[in-house]
């Protein structure tokens, strides 16, 4: 097939087609448009396929964590297998996902194909069938794609336990993980095939020359004070500019409100690409992310502006270019975000750095150092997430049932749960068969139980109707259907969040999916709207759109200070941010890895204390709210906090000797006592209660979706708080309570780069400067602090106000 082609196979793929043909199961790290997908489908094809046999059925799942990553997949493995099908065996390929209609699953499943593409939830209602077994036990490989995307979450885990199962019904299957971006192969390894099989897998690295280029579009004047976002839109003319040298560009932006604020201003300063260029997020429509990637696909958009919902690897042949709006915030998103132009062998990827203020010159140089010295971010699987696991014991029970010998032994084959402890594991069993003992009074949360054989199993119709629903372990966002409407109804445009709809009046005007829109009304979770006579209006947010700066790029950052600090200048975005960062040497000095950077300042708002840990945003929330906590043990007082992924603001409205306290303010402490610090120095409670509601969706406590109806975010934080507040009161350890309390710590306060953090303080040499005016490190932490409680206008008035004086100092001083 490959000569036919006038291709050449490479080491790469020859090795895995060797290791297959072996039955050995590994990992495979390639780049970007390498050729992972034919080394892997080929070498299962031919591994397995066998010239005088019929076709066989369902013998390689391929699980991918996009929909939209499936359809290309599909398509691709398709037109491989039909050039193999004229040498030998043929291979049908089909897609079992959310949006596969109800009519070709009945097909597959009278006759499943050979090969059939899925995403971590279809699988696990895959193996909620009574006839699970009879289904996918005849499975002889499993191809896990993007695996980097996955292992660092509960679809990872979800996906361990998938395996763990396959691996039961058969002992030899082989499975095989692909990933482009990963820093910690043995043990994405590890979790991919189990702590026990792990050893006897294999790491294939395809190591080929592709040439990438990461350059940054710099600003024609960068500002010596930056605050997020002060160059932003500014930068757009010089997009445009970039975007009309290119046939087809991807224009990556960090959020959704982000995307639909460029998407709009490109189109005003271009009003001739209406119809070649357009706007893409996770948030729109299905039918809409179709019509846009098949567009690109055949060459027919200038340029779309899109977020992670095109991070992965699907095939866009023509784009030629990747520009990313704002840092990227660690170096394996920016080199998965590059990939997607120049997808194939031997063509060059192209991303370029568009700064959304100053500090993001020397993130871009920073992040460039980092690619040459590939300096890539690990990614670690959850560890034992309780709600996940109840989810899989409802999964099994309605799959043909369990016993809970078996299924425990087959639970701890994971990386997951090998750890598992024997109390968690009697308290899942318990949730699952009533509740555990606050809930063991109300029937319907008896879910699973034994049989007159010892066979834990899914009785009720309605359960089993209500799990199906709701499996998955993407917590649903409490969102509004945007349609066209109420009379006549039309156009879906997509999803945006109910608390941003509840705060517009009809004939309010937003923006949404590259349109202005008007609001009419909001009816059974549907808003209503019609093209809009304003021209302007809102632009919706979404939550957890803020990412932050891994450790590794952040590591990478503090170089290129010290680099400043010598005076060395040798790249185009250290000497674009000079002005900037030697009038931070002057009032102030520049951080570097063998310093900690403390600035005190006393202003008419009171007594100031910046800080410099550049340990990223989460672990700079956790840190600030515990030296603040700390301070008033020792003098009671409140404090203003404001934080970004370089530091954090302390502001006290009384006196304080910032520089005499702080020895003892960032001193570290044990593991345990840092944990009861921290909890007590914020509002852990509510903290864990917002946490609660997604923890109690997946566990199966409070159900989204209900047959012909689904509730609002209203009634399922009501419903949360409630099963909260009983647990807190009546039972303290219920087992999704604590993992609420654990999640706060470990992935919205990042615990451990916490106290990561803090020892590094200790070890670093205390640097103090007394300010005698605002330096150019202070000044985006004091606007992140104004932000909060000035509107808009007031804020840009203040800025402007403040740069003003700053500048005229900066000029004279």
Known sequence: MFAERGWKPFAFQREVWREMAEGRS??????TGAGKTLAV????????????????QLCMLWITPMRALAADTARALGEAFDVLSAKGQRWAVGVRSGDTPSAERARQARRPPSVLITTPESLSLMLSRADARDFLGAVRCVVVDEWHELIGNKRGVQTQLALARLKRWRPDLLIWGMSATLGNLDEAKRALLGPNDAPRGV??????RKELIVDTLLPQDSARFPWAGHLGIKMAAQVVEEIDKSATALVFTNTRSQAEIWYHNLLLARPDWAGLIAVHHGSLAQDSRDWIEDGLKAGKLKAVVCTSSLDLGVDFLPVERVLQVGSPKGVARLLQRAGRSGHAPGRASRITLVPSHALELVESSAVQQAVRERRIESRHSPNAPLDVLAQHLVTIG???????????????STAAYETLSDESWRWCLDFVSGGGPSLAAYPEYRRCGPDADRVWRVTNKQVALRHRLNIGTIAADASVLVQYGPAPRGQKLGVVEESFIARLKPGDSFWFAGRLLEFVRLRDLVAYVRPAKARSGAVPRW??????????????????LQRAAEGRFDTPELRAAEKMLKLQARWSQLPTPATLL??????????????????GRNAHVGMASLIAWRAAQKNAGTFSIAVNDYGFELLSADARDWAAMLPELIAPRAAPDLTIETLASLNAAELARRRFRDIAQIAGLVVTAYPGRHKSLRQLQASSSLFYDVFRKFDPDNGLLRQAEREVLEDALDIARLAESFERLHNRDLVHVALKRCSPLAFP??????RERLSNETLAARIERMTSQLERAADTC
């Not at 590994?26 to 780049?31: C, F």
């Not at 932490?781 to 104004?786: A, D, G, H, N």
């Open 26 to 31: 590994g990992l495979l790290h390639a780049t």
């Open 41 to 56: 489908a080929l070498g299962a094809w031919q591994a397995f396929a066998d010239e005088g046999q019929e076709p066989p």
């Open 203 to 208: 790491i294939v690295a395809g190591r080929l």
């Open 398 to 412: 309605l799959g043909g049932g369990f016993t809970p010998e078996e299924l425990r032994d087959e639970i701890a």
């Open 543 to 560: 939550d957890g759109g803020r990412m932050p700066l891994s450790t590794t790029l952040a590591d990478a950052m503090v170089e290129q």
């Open 598 to 615: 403390a600035e005190t300042l006393k202003s008419r708002d009171g007594w100031h204390l910046f800080l410099y840990p550049f340990a």
């Open 781 to 786: 932490l004091m606007v992140e602090r104004m």
